[in-house]
């Protein structure tokens, strides 16, 4: 059974979590259930219809456990399908879409629901750096020295000069980029538009790594209403069709004593091959790409493992302006993890959210034109893990 997006929304990206001692508190099921009225109104389904629930499990500075439950009382939400929460790092969202597919390709639901809410940006820096330093490599030997995410992709950005002879000022231009793109995208965290010069002149995070090209924390809540074929039809209105889906897991989990290419990322590769052969198509038939890319280095190295670039020629693209939107191989025109913003376990569904959006012709001014086929990636550290989804333009 075919697996269909027919409705969606979400918060804008920024800081809506509140500190802990604000006499009002923000409550993470207040604005996930908002977002849910918005995507179940504008899909034009029955709320009664919903058959089930698979939700990006929360934060863990989240009060509330049992959350996706405890959510699907709080909307009176009924299901013979699978209500879950599903977690995997940064690729919890993509998981939770597919926990979500599976529900309908199954025939346990017509309707089902991916849906998630991330709030971290009032959780002090340390308690979320020593969360960040327990989630990379060996916990009992890595992490004690203190690498982060963000540390290692520095080190795959070195590699990749050095490897590559690309400059840190072209990978300077995917931050200058994306940021071209938010100042379009009206849920995007930043807005403002950047130079070059402001790029380069920023503080250093991790060499070559500036502040600007990184990702910020982020709060944000989205829901994404699947349906089956069926459903979508007789709704008579533009959809968007999952058209292929890969996956792949290398077996190591970010840093590994086993010898490979640090910069090949291949899990990403093998997912991308995957999908690229369910949907039928490949990189040359893709008109938008929405990638999991956290840091400027990784948007390269993934345009390059998925085809979208030649090999050694991401950094180059990018200076030559061809991933901008309006050029011949748009990549993340919601303005990418760096700009557009970063809650981590729900992002994989915001990159769903801009090609749903792209597909359907509702991108307002960052609008690739005839966009028919789009491409997003999600990532589980460093990508040893990948999920890639193509999807596909539907008309009633």
Request: glycine share 10%; proline share 6%; charged share 20%.
């Amino acid at each position: 059974m075919g697996v269909t997006i027919i409705g969606a929304a979400a918060t804008p990206v920024g800081k809506l979590q509140t500190p802990p001692d604000a006499p009002i508190q923000v409550l993470e099921q207040d604005v996930l259930a908002d977002v849910v009225i918005d995507a179940v109104a504008g899909a034009g389904v029955d709320p009664r219809d919903i058959g089930g629930l698979s939700f990006a499990q929360p934060r863990p500075y989240t009060a509330q456990k049992y959350f996706g439950t405890f959510m699907a009382s709080y909307l009176g939400i009924a299901a013979d399908g699978y209500v879950a929460e599903v977690l995997g790092n940064g690729m919890t969202a993509a998981l939770a879409f597919e926990h979500a597919a599976d529900n309908i390709r199954s025939g346990r639901a017509d309707i089902a629901l991916a849906l998630g809410v991330n709030f971290e940006t009032a959780v002090t820096s340390g308690e979320h750096m020593m969360s960040s330093m327990r989630a990379v490599g060996d916990v009992n030997f890595q992490s004690q020295f203190g690498i982060t995410p963000i540390a290692w992709y520095a080190m795959d950005a070195v590699r990749y000069m050095h490897e590559h002879g690309a400059t840190r000022d072209q990978l300077a231009t995917v931050a200058v980029k994306n940021r071209l793109h938010a100042t379009m995208n009206p849920i995007a965290q930043f807005r403002k538009p950047l130079t070059l010069e402001e790029v380069l002149d920023k503080p250093p995070i991790v060499y070559p790594l500036g502040l600007l090209e990184v990702p910020p924390r982020s709060d944000g809540a989205v829901c994404l209403v699947l349906a089956s074929d069926e459903v979508a039809r007789s709704l008579g209105r533009p959809h968007v069709r999952v058209r292929g889906h890969g996956f792949h897991h290398e077996g190591a989990h970010q840093i590994t004593s086993a010898p490979s290419d640090m910069i090949a990322l291949n899990a990403a590769q093998k997912a991308g091959r995957a999908a690229y052969e369910s949907a039928g198509v490949g990189p040359a038939d893709i008109d938008v790409s929405e990638l999991y890319a956290p840091c400027t280095i990784v948007e390269v190295m993934v345009s390059e493992a998925l085809g979208l670039a030649p090999h050694g020629y991401g950094a180059h693209y990018a200076a030559e302006g061809r991933t901008r939107f309006d050029g011949d191989i748009p990549i993340s025109t919601s303005g990418g993890l760096t700009s557009r913003g970063h809650p981590a376990y729900v992002t994989p569904l915001y990159s769903m959210l801009e090609a749903y959006e792209q597909l359907t012709d509702r991108a307002g001014e960052r609008q690739v034109k005839d966009a028919a086929l789009a491409l997003t990636s999600a990532e589980l550290g460093n990508y040893n893990a990948a999920m890639v989804h193509i999807l596909e333009r539907m008309q009633p």
